[in-house]
Each structure stands twice: as C-alpha cells, then as structure tokens.
C-alpha cells in the first residue's frame, strides 16, 4: 500500500513506544542502590544482554539514518565508511576480556579511571574533557536523527524541527536520569529487537517487493552508487572509525559492566557481528530509496537522514508504518542514552570527585541525574546548529579518536607509556586535528589521519625520553574465569 501521510493508528504506534521507553526507565530507578549499579549496573550483564546493548548502541541514528543517507547520495561510501569500524570493534571484542579482568580487580568504572592509576590527575582530567564533548556530540546527532522524523510528521501534527529536538531530549533525560545504565541496557534490549524485526527485516524487504524483486533492483542500479572509491574525506572518516574504537568510552563502560570476561568478549563479539550484517542492508536501503522515492529527498526534507523514515512511509501499509518508525526510533534512542550516560559519569564522577574527592555517593546520584537533564540540552544547541546527523558524529569522533585511540590501546598494553607520553600524545593529536580542520583539511585529507599521526610520534617519543626517570604504574591482572 502506497501513501505518504501517516493514519492515526501509525502516530498511536509510535507514541505508546515512546511512552514505555520512559516507564521502563521509571520502573528500574528502584534497582539504582549505589554509583556501581548506576554506572556499570552492580557489573552483573551476560553475554546476551551485552549483544543487544553493544549492537543497539552502535547501530545509531547516525549510524542507520546517517550512514543510509550518505549510500543514498555518495553510494559505495557508506560500506568503505562502516568496515573500518566493524573491524575496530571486533579487535575491542578481543580486548573486552582484558578490561573487564582490570575493571574488577582495580575496582574501575571508566576508562578515566584507568588513566588517574597509570598516569595520574592530569591525564584523567584532560581524557575526561575529551570524552565529554565527543559524547554530547554524539548524542546531539541522535537528537538531529530524531528531530528529523518529526518534522517529516510536522504538518500532520503540527510540530517542528526544533519540538521534535526538544521531545527527544526529555525522553532521553527521563529514563538515563533514573534509572542510569540498568535502564539504558534493558530498553537497548527491547530497542535491540524492534530494530532488527521492524527495521533491518520488514524495510528491506517491503522495498525488495516494491521494486519487483533483486533482478530488477540490480538492474535498476545506478552503477556510480556501487563503484568503490576513496578520497581524502572517506580516508580520514575510515581513521576516525578505526582508532575511535580504541577509546570507545560507551564500550569501555560496556566491558566494566560485564559479569566476567567471558561474558564480555561473547557478548562483545555477537553484538559487532550482528552489527557486519546491518551494513549492507543499510546501504541497500539507502540505493533502493533511488529508484523508489527519487533524487528529491535532500530539496523536500532538508536533509539525506530522512531517507529510511520516508521509505518506509512510502512503501508500508498503516500500522507497520507506525511499528517501522517506533524501531527507528529506537536504534536512536539505543545510541543516545549510552552516550549520554557516558558523558554524565565522565563530568560527575571522572571530573567532578577528582576535584570533590569527598563527595558522598548519595550526592554524586543525585549530580548524575541532574547532569542528565542538564547535558542534553547541550546537545540540543549543537543539533540546532548543525542539522546532520552523520556531519555531527564525524565533527565529534574525529577529533577524539586522533586524541585518545592511541593513547587508550598503551594505557593497557604498553609498560613504557608514561604520564608525560601520554598527556603529549592527547595535546598533540587534539591539537593537530582541529588546527587540520581549521585550515580547510589540505589535500582534502580528514583531519583524523594528521591528528593520529601526530599523537602516535608524540606518545612513543616522549615516553621513551622520560620512562627512565618517571616510569608509570603499570596495571597487572590474572584473568578470571
């Protein structure tokens, strides 16, 4: 059934799923007990659970809406773009086990943490205030992801872009405030399956159907959209998803909150795997939407990131319109109440009781919940701004990635890395990066590679010249079964 304004039952849909992500964030406040079960949930999550919260959690507004646009107008971009991420994921899942072994024996929450014991205050300060602007990025590209599905249901509902912004802030602060990452986890797990059976299943599908089978798809196949290629920009973006899994703070938390290293490398490893699948079918949603919708998505909607919602408005009947819509909502949601969870653990308790290290539990509780409220409408200001979801993601990731990816892969390999290697390195690769991107990113060069390259010369160098006279401790484990 063809048509483009959604039936009430469609809007229903989508408002029941909204409202029960907020309930189940309401209901799980009661298990919040103390800062570990707000932050790595009492560290009890199995392996399945940690799937459904990994892959939900990568997934994303930006990695679905964002990465489907970019297919719909530069093709073969989106998978060159998506592999180097996909390949950083499955060398963490090897690493999951190891960080999960320290984060027990050392009692550690974050990956600041880790840091404060190898190489002291400064470094922990200066990775958190990393983190914490990359995560309110990346959270803002999910609140751009779904301000742009309410302002294609505007003129039915009479809501704008900037109220569809603004709604999802206060679902988002609603459920991360109360019941931090139990609640966050276990709507991921819901989320989880509403994408993959609304989403990745009924939307591929419907528009295989619609287009009269794989034959004619291929044959109707703009062959500029499945000619590999890369440039500078697609080069620097591969850096930035490759050496940002390093320091992946959301998987960092993940891997703490696994019940045993066990746990966190299957769980670690199923949900990347999961997440290898989605890459095609998010690319074939993205070149399909050509030859269903047309080359007029960006000149009616504002942007490439509305190309899954206006397929499935196009090609679904009423009622699964309003089930597809729900689970693309939740890919965002999944996203954006991780990242927001990170970012408020990193300004309470990384930045906050390094400077208040007194600070009573009860008190640092009540600071993460206001922080939840108070950091999204950080990132409703950037999504105002910049109106892209995967320009938002990229602008936060890069810049972070050339900074701590690095740095974070010594903190737990390599013995000589020192307090004044490490804070170079971050300096360095920040530095370089935004200077790159300042100066117009030369060559057309992302700006990641320069910024990498600099971190990694400033970390090995200035390691080496002051291991001697200033070792760091290095962090020892015996694995746990």
């Known amino acids: 059934m063809d048509h483009s304004l959604l039936s009430l039952w469609d809007l229903v849909i989508i408002g029941a799923y909204l ?56 093709g073969f971009k989106a998978i060159l773009t998506a592999v180097p991420y996909l390949l950083g994921m499955f060398i963490f899942s090897g690493l999951a086990g190891k960080i999960s072994d320290i984060g027990m024996a050392y009692n550690l929450t974050s990956i600041p943490e880790l840091f404060e014991m190898r190489f002291g205050k400064y470094a922990k300060l200066i990775l958190s205030a990393l983190i914490a602007f990359a995560m309110m990025g990346t959270v803002a590209s999910q609140v751009t992801a779904t301000a742009t599905i309410i302002k294609m249901l505007g003129g039915e509902v009479g809501l704008s872009y900037e109220a569809g912004a603004f709604i999802a802030c206060v679902v988002f602060m609603v459920y991360t405030a109360t019941s931090g990452l139990f609640g966050v986890v276990y709507t991921d797990v819901l989320q989880f399956y509403m994408l993959i059976i609304f989403v990745y299943i009924l939307i591929p599908v419907a528009a295989l159907l619609h287009v009269g089978g794989f034959s004619n798809f291929v044959a109707n196949l703009d062959p500029a959209l499945a000619t590999p290629y890369v440039d500078g920009s697609i080069l620097g973006d591969i850096v930035t998803y490759l050496v940002f899994t390093m320091a992946g703070a959301e998987m960092w938390q993940r891997a703490f909150a696994a019940r045993d290293r066990r746990a966190a490398k299957r769980g670690m490893f199923l949900g990347t795997a999961v997440y290898g699948v989605t890459i095609l079918l998010v690319y074939f949603m993205g070149v399909v939407a050509r030859q269903i919708i047309g080359d007029d998505v960006l000149a009616q909607y504002g942007s490439t990131d509305a190309v899954v919602p206006a397929l499935a408005i196009k090609i679904l009947p009423v009622g699964l319109t309003g089930l597809a819509l729900a689970g693309v909502l939740s890919v965002i949601m999944s996203t954006a109440d991780s990242y927001l969870l990170v970012s408020v653990q990193t300004c309470v308790h990384d930045i906050g009781k390094t400077i208040r290290p007194n600070m009573q539990e009860r008190t640092e509780i009540f600071l993460s919940r ?18 892209n979801a995967y320009n938002i993601l990229m602008f936060a990731w890069s810049f972070y990635a050339a900074a701590a990816g ?8 390599w013995k000589k890395a020192t307090h004044a290697g490490i804070v170079a390195a971050m300096i360095s690769g920040f530095v370089v990066c935004v200077g790159w991107k300042l100066a117009g990113e030369p060559f057309g060069l992302g700006s990641a590679v320069p910024g990498t390259l600099a971190c990694g010369i400033a970390l090995v160098a200035v390691s080496l010249a002051t291991y001697s006279r200033s070792p760091s401790l290095y962090l020892r484990v015996e694995k746990q079964s």
């Open 370 to 387: 206001a922080f939840s409220i108070v950091l999204p409408l950080g990132a409703l200001v950037i999504a105002l701004y910049i109106k």
């Open 19 to 74: 409202l029960l992500m907020v309930l189940v964030g309401v209901y799980s406040v009661r298990r919040i007990k103390n800062t570990g079960d707000y932050y790595v949930a009492g560290r009890s999550f199995g392996p399945l659970v940690l799937m459904a919260t990994v892959c939900a959690t990568i997934i994303g507004g930006s990695g679905l809406m964002g990465r489907a646009g970019v297919a719909y107008s530069d």
């Open 406 to 413: 690095l740095p974070a892969f010594a903190a737990l390999f």
